[in-house]
C-alpha cells in the first residue's frame, strides 16, 4: 500500500513530481512483483487524468448550465437585448427546450459512434471464459449445480 501513495483517488497524479518521477514510479510498479496486476501507464502518467476526475466534470457542466441559465435568463428578462430577437420570442422561450434537444441528439450520435467503434478484444474474452470456468468448478467442487 506504500507504494501507492500519492496515487490515492482524487490526489492529482502531477501534483509536484515531473513526467520523469511518473515514469519511474511506473517502471517500478511495473517490476516489483508484489503488485499481481499490472497497472496502466496512463493511471500513473497522464495529466489529463487529473482533469477527468468525477468533480471536475460535474464542476464543468455546472458552470456551463449556469452560464447559460443566466443567459437565457437575461434573454428572457431584456436585461440583454440582441438585435432583431424580442424577449418573448418563440426562440427565446424554447431555447431551453431546444438545447436539451440538442443534447440529446448529441448523446444519440455519440453512443452510435462508440459503439460502431468499440474494439474487440479476444485476449480479454479468453480470459473471462477461463475465470468463468474457474469459477464453475470451484462451485461444482462446493456442491453447487451451476448447469453446463
Known amino acids: 500500500r506504500n507504494a501507492y501513495?500519492?496515487?490515492?483517488r482524487g490526489t492529482p497524479i502531477l501534483s509536484?513530481?515531473?513526467?520523469r518521477t511518473n515514469v519511474e514510479r511506473y517502471k517500478w510498479l511495473q517490476s516489483n512483483t508484489a503488485f499481481s496486476q499490472k497497472i496502466p501507464a496512463v493511471l500513473i502518467s497522464s495529466p489529463l487524468r487529473t482533469l477527468s476526475t468525477p468533480m471536475a466534470?460535474?464542476?464543468g457542466w455546472l458552470s456551463v448550465a449556469g452560464?447559460?441559465?443566466?443567459?437565457?435568463?437575461?434573454?428572457?428578462?431584456?436585461?440583454l437585448t440582441i438585435p432583431g430577437v424580442e424577449a418573448d420570442s418563440l426562440l427565446v422561450v424554447g431555447l431551453p427546450i431546444i438545447t436539451l434537444a440538442?443534447?440529446?441528439?448529441?448523446?444519440?450520435?455519440?453512443?452510435?459512434?462508440?459503439v460502431a467503434n468499440f474494439?474487440?478484444?479476444?485476449?480479454?474474452?479468453?480470459?473471462?471464459?477461463?475465470?468463468?470456468?474457474?469459477?464453475r468448478r470451484e462451485l461444482r467442487s462446493k456442491g453447487v449445480d451451476v448447469g453446463k
Do not use: C
Open 57 to 59: 466534470v460535474l464542476i
Open 119 to 135: 474494439n474487440d478484444t479476444p485476449k480479454a474474452a479468453e480470459e473471462l471464459q477461463k475465470e468463468i470456468e474457474e469459477a
Open 102 to 114: 440538442l443534447l440529446g441528439v448529441y448523446a444519440v450520435f455519440t453512443i452510435g459512434y462508440r
Open 5 to 8: 501513495k500519492g496515487l490515492a
Open 16 to 19: 509536484r513530481d515531473s513526467l
Open 67 to 79: 452560464a447559460f441559465a443566466a443567459l437565457w435568463y437575461s434573454l428572457l428578462t431584456s436585461k
